[in-house]
């Protein structure tokens, strides 16, 4: 079997530089691909020999007046491969709308980095399918093979309540058909995320049938990190 692909998305943390240091030494393993916040990537980057560098977010055009952005393309030019692109609280916190995150999709496919893009409905009465077909409807067209799909349902993120493993199956097969009926020949990973730990990050794999997975809080704690890599069998 495949080894699973493992996301470190840090978020907005350590606060120092030598955390990052410290955190990115113990998670560097093959297969992990780390998204610290854009002011440690090139520390990072110098510090990890086995691992991937990615990043949280990035802007869509390639240089220019756009005060406080970063481009796929100097994403690139450090060393990194994979970009996260509307992610939950992108969406929430910083109201990216649907057309922002097209556009940023494509520029980071431009840039020939892998986009990971992230869908996933609300809370638990949302029409769950209706709002992954609305987060993928204008974007289904731009998808490519490396473009990597991450279900990362809202309420699952930060919470402590994981989504069950037979439910994310449920929206990952939803997901995989609707890209199959628009693209029938493009087939993307799929990555889950939300409160991913030691106690469940097998089940996504194995019963759940994922290819990875997406790891907020619990990529900052190296024991938590460590035991999941071991679950999945590193
Ligand atoms: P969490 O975050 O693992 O802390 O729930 C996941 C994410 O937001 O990608």
């Known amino acids: 079997m495949k080894r699973p692909l493992v ?16 955190i990115s030494l113990s998670s560097d393993e093959k297969g992990v691909v780390i998204c610290p916040p854009f002011v440690f990537m090139e520390a990072v980057k110098m510090n990890i020999k086995n691992a991937e560098l990615g990043a949280q977010d990035c802007y869509l055009e390639s240089s220019g007046s756009f005060t406080g952005e970063i481009s796929p393309l ?8 994979y970009v996260i692109v509307g ?10 709308l649907p ?3 097209k556009d940023k999709l494509k520029a980071v496919l431009d840039a020939g980095l892998s986009p990971i893009l992230c869908v996933g409905e609300n809370s638990k009465k949302d029409d769950a399918e209706r709002v992954l077909e609305e987060q993928l409807g204008d974007i289904v067209e731009y998808l490519e093979d490396n473009v990597i799909i991450a279900y990362e349902p809202v309420f699952a993120i930060g919470t402590g309540e994981a989504c069950s493993p037979g439910l994310a199956k449920k929206r990952r097969e939803h997901i995989k058909e609707f890209i199959r009926s628009k693209r029938s020949n493009i087939v993307p990973s799929f990555l889950y995320g939300g409160s991913v730990g030691p106690e469940n990050a097998a089940c996504y794999i194995e019963e759940a049938g994922f290819d990875g997975l997406l790891v907020g809080g619990a990529s900052l704690e190296s ?4 035991i999941i890599l071991q679950k999945l069998g590193w």
Do not use: Q, Y
């Open 223 to 226: 024991d938590k990190f460590n």
């Open 74 to 81: 100097m994403l690139g030019n450090v060393g990194c491969r």
């Open 87 to 96: 992610h939950s609280e992108r969406r929430r916190v910083f109201n990216e």
């Open 99 to 101: 057309g922002i995150i």
């Open 7 to 22: 996301v470190a998305n840090w978020k907005m943390n350590p606060t120092s530089l030598h955390e990052a240091r410290d």
